[in-house]
Structure formats: C-alpha cells, structure tokens
C-alpha cells in the first residue's frame, strides 16, 4: 500500500478480554515500531523490530503486551487481559532500513478499555 | 532526566508571528525527526536531519550536532500551523531506536 496501515482504526472491549491490533508497515520497511499515545500524553515507546534482528522489548509496559512480526512484514500487538489503563491510542511506524530514513505513522488504533 | 527535552512545551503566537520550538538530546544520534500531529490527527513527518539545515515552504529545521540541539522554525505562522510538534531522535549505535520527547503544543491565533 501507499502508507502504513493499521486495524482496526477503533476498538472497545471490556475489562479482562484479550485485543489484537494490526499494523500493515509499507512494503520493503525493515524497521517496525509500535508506540501508544494516552489522552494528552506524549508517545510512549513499546516495541521495536529492527530486521531480522531479535526484537527491543523495553517499552512493553507489563507482560500482558506482546508482539510478533510475521515474515519481516505485517505486525500484531496482543493486549491479554486488558485493563482500563491500557486505552490509549496505539501507533504502528516504519522505516526503509534500520541505520535511518525517514519514519511513517500509521493512522492509530483506538483502542478503549470499559 | 529525558533523553529528548522540548522547549516550551505550550506557545500561543499571533498569526504572522516567527515561532521557535527548541529539542535538545543527551545521546548519541544518526538522525532527528521532527513530527507534526494535528488536534485528532495522525503523526506526519515534516524533516529528518543528520546535519546542517532544512526548509521546506516555511518550516526550516537546523540541527547542531555538537551541541545536540536543533530548532524548528516557522516563518509567517498560520492558524492552520495549530498543532503538536514533536522532536524525536534516532539513537545511534546497533540500537537505531526512536525516542520521543514530549512534544510542543502550538496554538496560532488569528
């Protein structure tokens, strides 16, 4: 596709349910990042797939997160459990190769927790 | 302390004003984003700098490498400029993750 891409662009659950969120990065992007966004907060880094590298996981706030990037290409975020602190607005990102370039957001998955 | 501080973190400018927004980083670098996010909007990439000088109509971006800092500038603002800039840098090393700072909102009244 012409950006990255993201699904789905909105999400409720309750409290407790398991979500998945895709992220569709541009084709031929080596570099994938998913971050989240909390109203009125600044971006918040969650997970990063450098290649065919072993993933940085740092950000992953609790292991109820987890992340997997399927043949270099398409990611998904699972959210187990999940919690009202975890709505927040999730962004998926690429990048053309990993030593730098520039950097595309995807339009967001809002995801609210009931 | 963050590793990628913005200044200010609110300005309000009248329409025609010259705007500064300020991003200074303590580590390492390949590169420097800077972003724009409009009220409700997604994240656009305005520039990547690695050294010297940016202009695209009127945004310029300037990047210090020395002093690790970089600016953004806005020329002849419009209240269409209304947004959240964000400053992030990619660190350097085997790493090349991107780390955000908080952000500036910008509000430019007519």
């Known amino acids: 596709g012409a950006g990255v891409s993201q699904s789905p662009s909105n999400k409720v659950t309750e409290k407790g349910k398991d979500v998945e969120l895709r992220c569709d990065p541009i084709?031929?992007?080596?570099?994938l990042y998913w971050y989240r966004q909390s109203l009125g907060q600044g971006l918040e880094f969650l997970i990063y797939f450098q290649g065919n590298s072993a993933p940085d996981k740092s950000g992953l706030p609790s292991d109820r997160f987890s992340a997997e990037r399927t043949g270099g290409s398409v990611s998904t975020l699972t959210i187990q459990r999940t919690q009202q602190e975890d709505s927040a607005v999730y962004l998926c990102a690429s990048s053309p190769r990993t030593s730098g370039g520039a950097v595309f957001f995807g339009p967001g998955t809002r995801l609210t927790v009931l | 302390k963050n590793e990628v501080e913005q200044s200010p973190q609110n300005l309000t400018a009248q329409e025609g004003e010259f705007i500064t927004i300020n991003c200074s980083y303590s580590v390492g670098i390949s590169a420097l984003h800077w972003l724009q996010q409009h009220p409700g909007g997604g994240i656009v990439s305005l520039f990547m700098?690695?050294?010297g000088k940016k202009k695209h109509g009127r945004l310029i971006a300037t990047i210090n490498i020395q002093e690790k800092h970089s600016s953004l500038h806005i020329t002849a603002s419009h209240p269409r400029d209304s947004a959240v800039y964000i400053c992030a840098v990619r660190k350097g090393g085997a790493t090349n993750k991107l780390i955000f700072g908080t952000g500036t909102l910008l509000a430019v009244q007519p």
């Open positions: 700098l690695s050294s």
């Open positions: 084709s031929g992007h080596t570099a």
